[in-house]
């Protein structure tokens, strides 16, 4: 059931001490960069001063734009010759930020990921289609590195081409996915379209979702489309990939590995920290990395802390799903609004397909939220009234989660536009 058990379920008194010693090591190494060495000095730290989560919490947060302006080298710890690989954000607008890793950080992100694998039942007898892309993006060689190390027979097919995939998933009998979620509502039409029953036709036993916002619901249609247990799966670029907390069997929250990163969950306008089940954004510091140490990242990423005992009995503390980015929200008519809280909504109504959009307007100096729909084709055959009630069902239960009534339409499947990658749920048209 644990890949290090003594890790994994490790006493909490003991698991601080550990992260003392990674926190002190850390700070060495964060003072040999040219970004960190310079706060110190401006603020007068010596790496001894830090020997807490505390004493850390005197210095401020490291955000996105600190590590774009630190582009290239600025964060670097070691000599480039230690460097063995690097991986880039995904962001497609201005300057990249870069992570470093030399060997050492590779194998024990890959040991992370491994402990994750495990311990949701993936084993050496698996097989493990990775459908996530491959470069820089740390979703495919991430999850894949942590795979082969469990043992598993691994397949590098990235993401896209589902045709292939489903041959794939055929040919090998593939037991175990990585897959964005909603690449896996797709798929489920494809594989359909072909013919085929996810569920009855393919050996998926378990999936890892996980690289964008989805919600409970969401999880649910994917286990209920492919007949198999999705977990979710938490992570980002800055803080390696996959791996950063992950779902145990419980799904009850994911466990954010504390052996390798300090946590924090903080108030996004205030920086002061939040009450358990309080929901902040996720500020992560690096313990267990040498090539470029992170102090104090702020994550932009929503979440709560979870703090009743986790029944698998590890002991890493639990947070609760993504409830979305502090900058994915928007606002309409002064409301603010998670997209997440319209896919939840919408993935609970048994009618509604796989895909959705939120477009935003401007009419007349007023905003205009318009929530397209796709639902299931065998609908579109049916009588038009009862299309109408449909409609007016989502629309009065979009109204009543986001207290601001949207216009819905409903489309035939297979109409909205879908992207290879992270899904992209709103498009702002909305001119200031
Ligand atoms: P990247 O660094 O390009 O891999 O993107 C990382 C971002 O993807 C995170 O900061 C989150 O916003 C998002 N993300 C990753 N995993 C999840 C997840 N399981 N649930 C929600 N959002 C996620
Ligand atoms: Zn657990």
């Given at each position: 059931?644990?890949?290090?058990?003594?890790?994994?379920?490790?006493?909490?008194?003991?698991?601080?001490?550990?992260?003392?010693?990674?926190?002190?090591?850390?700070?060495?190494?964060?003072?040999?960069?040219?970004?960190?060495?310079?706060?110190?000095a401006?603020?007068?730290?010596?790496?001894?001063?830090i020997?807490?989560?505390?004493d850390?919490?005197?210095?401020?947060?490291?955000?996105?734009?600190?590590?774009?302006?630190?582009?290239?080298?600025?964060?670097?710890?070691?000599?480039?010759?230690?460097v063995v690989?690097?991986?880039?954000?995904?962001?497609?607008?201005?300057?990249?930020?870069?992570?470093?890793?030399?060997?050492?950080?590779l194998?024990?992100?890959?040991?992370?990921?491994?402990?994750?694998?495990?311990?949701?039942?993936?084993?050496?007898?698996?097989?493990?289609?990775?459908?996530?892309?491959y470069g820089?993006?740390?979703?495919?060689?991430?999850?894949?590195?942590?795979?082969?190390r469990?043992?598993?027979?691994?397949?590098?097919?990235?993401?896209?081409?589902s045709?292939?995939?489903?041959?794939?998933?055929?040919?090998?009998?593939?037991?175990a996915?990585?897959?964005?979620?909603?690449?896996?509502?797709?798929?489920?039409?494809?594989?359909?379209?072909e013919?085929?029953?996810?569920?009855?036709?393919?050996?998926?036993?378990?999936?890892?979702?996980?690289?964008?916002?989805h919600s409970?619901?969401?999880?649910?249609?994917?286990?209920?489309?492919?007949?198999a247990?999705?977990?979710?799966?938490?992570?980002?670029?800055?803080?390696?990939?996959?791996?950063?907390?992950?779902?145990?069997?419980?799904?009850?929250?994911m466990?954010?590995?504390?052996?390798?990163?300090?946590?924090?969950?903080?108030?996004?306008?205030?920086?002061e920290?939040?009450?358990s089940g309080?929901?902040g954004?996720?500020?992560?510091t690096?313990?267990?990395?040498?090539?470029?140490?992170?102090?104090?990242?702020?994550?932009?990423?929503l979440?709560?802390f979870?703090?009743?005992?986790?029944?698998?009995?590890?002991?890493?503390?639990r947070?609760?799903?993504?409830?979305?980015?502090?900058?994915?929200?928007f606002?309409?008519?002064?409301?603010?609004?998670?997209?997440?809280?319209?896919?939840?909504?919408?993935?609970?109504?048994p009618?509604?397909?796989?895909?959705?959009?939120?477009?935003?307007?401007?009419?007349?100096?007023?905003?205009?939220?318009?929530?397209?729909?796709?639902?299931?084709?065998?609908?579109?055959?049916?009588?038009?009234?009862k299309?109408?009630?449909?409609?007016?069902?989502?629309?009065?239960?979009?109204?009543?989660?986001?207290?601001?009534?949207p216009?819905?339409?409903?489309?035939e499947?297979?109409?909205?536009?879908?992207?290879?990658?992270?899904?992209?749920?709103?498009?702002?048209?909305?001119?200031?």
């Open positions: 059931m644990y890949w290090e058990k003594d890790l994994e379920i490790m006493p909490r008194e003991e698991l601080v001490k550990l992260q003392r010693e990674r926190l002190h090591k850390t700070i060495l190494q964060a003072a040999k960069t040219p970004f960190y060495r310079k706060q110190f401006k603020l007068h730290i010596t790496p001894e001063s020997q807490t989560l505390e850390l919490q005197n210095l401020p947060f490291t955000t996105k734009e600190d590590l774009r302006q630190g582009f290239p080298f600025k964060f670097l710890a070691v000599p480039l010759e230690e690989r690097l991986h880039s954000s995904s962001g497609t607008t201005g300057v990249p930020t870069v992570i470093y890793h030399s060997a050492e950080d194998d024990r992100w890959t040991n992370q990921v491994a402990r994750c694998l495990y311990m949701v039942g993936v084993r050496k007898t698996d097989v493990f289609q990775n459908m996530m892309s820089l993006f740390t979703g495919g060689l991430g999850m894949h590195y942590g795979a082969e469990l043992g598993a027979l691994t397949i590098p097919i990235g993401a896209g081409n045709k292939r995939q489903i041959w794939f998933l055929q040919f090998f009998k593939t037991t996915a990585h897959i964005l979620p909603s690449y896996a509502l797709l798929l489920a039409n494809l594989i359909k379209s013919g085929l029953d996810p569920k009855k036709d393919l050996n998926l036993r378990i999936m890892l979702i996980g690289a964008e916002p409970e619901e969401t999880r649910q249609r994917i286990e209920e489309l492919y007949g247990k999705a977990y979710n799966s938490y992570g980002l670029s800055e803080m390696n990939g996959p791996g950063v907390a992950f779902e145990c069997p419980y799904q009850n929250g466990h954010l590995w504390e052996d390798y990163y300090l946590l924090e969950i903080v108030n996004p306008q205030t920086g920290p939040c009450a309080e929901v954004e996720i500020v992560l690096t313990i267990y990395r040498d090539a470029t140490p992170i102090l104090r990242y702020r994550t932009r990423d979440a709560s979870i703090d009743e005992p986790c029944p698998c009995g590890r002991t890493h503390r947070i609760s799903r993504i409830q979305g980015r502090s900058d994915d929200m606002i309409v008519r002064g409301v603010n609004i998670f997209p997440i809280q319209v896919e939840k909504v919408l993935m609970g109504i009618e509604v397909g796989t895909n959705y959009r939120i477009v935003l307007e401007r009419e007349d100096y007023r905003d205009v939220m318009r929530v397209e729909v796709e639902i299931k084709s065998e609908l579109f055959l049916g009588d038009l009234q299309l109408e009630r449909l409609r007016e069902r989502i629309q009065s239960e979009l109204r009543s989660e986001i207290l601001v009534t216009e819905v339409s409903l489309v499947p297979g109409t909205l536009p879908t992207q290879e990658g992270k899904a992209q749920r709103v498009l702002d048209q909305r001119k200031f």
